[in-house]
T-cell receptor, first 114, second 111 residues
Framework: SQTIHQWPATLVQPVGSPLSLECTVE??????LYWYRQAAGRGLQLLFY??????ISSEVPQNLSASRPQDRQFILSSKKLLLSDSGFYLC?????????????FGEGSRLTVL | EDQVTQSPEALRLQEGESSSLNCSYT??????LFWYRQDPGKGPEFLFT???AGEEKEKERLKATLTKKESFLHITAPKPEDSATYLC????????????FGAGTRLAVHP
C-alpha cells in the first residue's frame, strides 16, 4: 500500500532562518507531488507541484522554493523565513495522469515563525 | 477568477440531527468536484469525486450530490465521530494538478 511521510511535524523558527521540510512517498512510482499551505480558517493554497524529477511548477510568488531530487521525494525550502510563512504545510501525492481529484495527504508540518 | 465557496463556515448539530453542507464552484466548465474530510491537526482525507450534474455518491452517513453550479454534502443522523472540517475542491482552469479548495465547513456533532 502507498504511504506518505512528512517531517518534521512541528517546528518553531526565528525570522530570517532557513527552512527545510521533507516529504517521501512509498509504494508508488512516478507520482505527482504537491506542497500546500493552510492558514488558520482558510482553504488550502497550492504552493508547488511536480510531475517528475526536477520538474517544479510554482503557483505563488514567495520566498519559498521546492525541489524533487528523487522520484518520490519532495522538499520545501526557504533561505530566510518571514513571519507570514507561518502555517500548516501539507505534502500530497496523486497518481500520474489521474483526473479524479484524489490527493493523498501527509500528516502535515506546523511551522511557527517568531 | 476560479473560486470555491463553502457554507456555512461552522455547523453545530446534535447527534442524529441531519443537515447539509454547501459548496459552490465558479470555474468555466464544471470538470469535477471533490470532497475531503480533515480532522484537527491532520491532512485531509479524500471522500468523493463527482463529475456530472445529478451524480450522487454515498459513504456511511454521508451523501454528496452535484448540480450544475454547486454540490451538497448531506449528513444523515450524524454521530460525534463525524465531527471534522469538510473541504470541497475543484480543478482550476489550469487542470487537475491545480485544485482550488474552499475554506471548509467545521462540523461539530454533540451527543
Amino acid at each position: 500500500s502507498q504511504t506518505i511521510h512528512q517531517w518534521p511535524a512541528t517546528l518553531v523558527q526565528p525570522v530570517g532562518s532557513p527552512l527545510s521540510l521533507e516529504c517521501t512517498v512509498e509504494g508508488t512510482s512516478n507520482p505527482n507531488l504537491y506542497w500546500y499551505r493552510q492558514a488558520a480558517g482558510r482553504g488550502l493554497q497550492l504552493l508547488f507541484y511536480s510531475v517528475g524529477i526536477g520538474q517544479i511548477s510554482s503557483e505563488v510568488p514567495q520566498n519559498l522554493s521546492a525541489s524533487r531530487p528523487q522520484d518520490r521525494q519532495f522538499i520545501l525550502s526557504s533561505k530566510k523565513l518571514l513571519l507570514s510563512d507561518s502555517g500548516f504545510y501539507l505534502c500530497a501525492w496523486s497518481a500520474r495522469g489521474g483526473a479524479t481529484g484524489e490527493l493523498f495527504f501527509g500528516e502535515g508540518s506546523r511551522l511557527t515563525v517568531l | 477568477e476560479d473560486q470555491v465557496t463553502q457554507s456555512p463556515e461552522a455547523l453545530r448539530l446534535q447527534e442524529g440531527e441531519s443537515s447539509s453542507l454547501n459548496c459552490s464552484y465558479t470555474v468555466s466548465g464544471l470538470r469535477g468536484l471533490f470532497w475531503y474530510r480533515q480532522d484537527p491537526g491532520k491532512g485531509p482525507e479524500f471522500l468523493f469525486t463527482l463529475y456530472s450534474a445529478g451524480e450522487e455518491k454515498e459513504k456511511e452517513r454521508l451523501k454528496a450530490t452535484l448540480t450544475k453550479k454547486e454540490s451538497f454534502l448531506h449528513i444523515t443522523a450524524p454521530k460525534p465521530e463525524d465531527s471534522a472540517t469538510y473541504l470541497c475542491a475543484g480543478p482550476s482552469s489550469g487542470g487537475y494538478n491545480k485544485l482550488i479548495f474552499g475554506a471548509g465547513t467545521r462540523l461539530a456533532v454533540h451527543p
